[in-house]
């Protein structure tokens, strides 16, 4: 059963990773392997955002996986592999703290830019 399991997602993986047709694809990928919790293969897909740079830090904006608000870092720190998680903080990931819906700290900044 395991092993059927793990064909599956070996299967789903590189499906994705051949897939080169915009980032989307490398960044389901790249959430599929902190879910499995490889970190060598973390960063062999890590170092495939040469060609889209900044995009490793987003979610998955049209993944059925993955909700868009997800990123990498969170998923890793939701999965508690710290290994994975050092590894995105070394590629300067970083968690935005979130706001209160009625925060008018958007406001501000655009008031004062």
Do not use: W
């Amino acid at each position: 059963m395991i092993a059927v399991l793990l064909m599956g997602q070996i299967d789903r993986l590189l499906a994705l990773l051949i897939d080169r047709s915009s980032a989307e694809p490398t960044k389901e990928a790249l959430m599929t392997a902190i879910c499995i919790g490889n970190r060598p293969l973390v960063e062999f897909i890590l170092s495939l955002f040469l060609e889209y740079p900044g995009e490793e830090y987003n979610g998955c904006r049209n993944s059925k996986s993955f909700p868009p608000h997800m990123t990498p870092l969170m998923l890793a720190c939701i999965c508690n592999n710290f290994s994975i998680v050092q590894c995105l903080l070394l590629r300067k990931h970083y968690m935005q703290l979130p706001h209160r819906s009625d925060c008018e700290f958007q406001l501000l900044i655009q008031f004062f830019l």
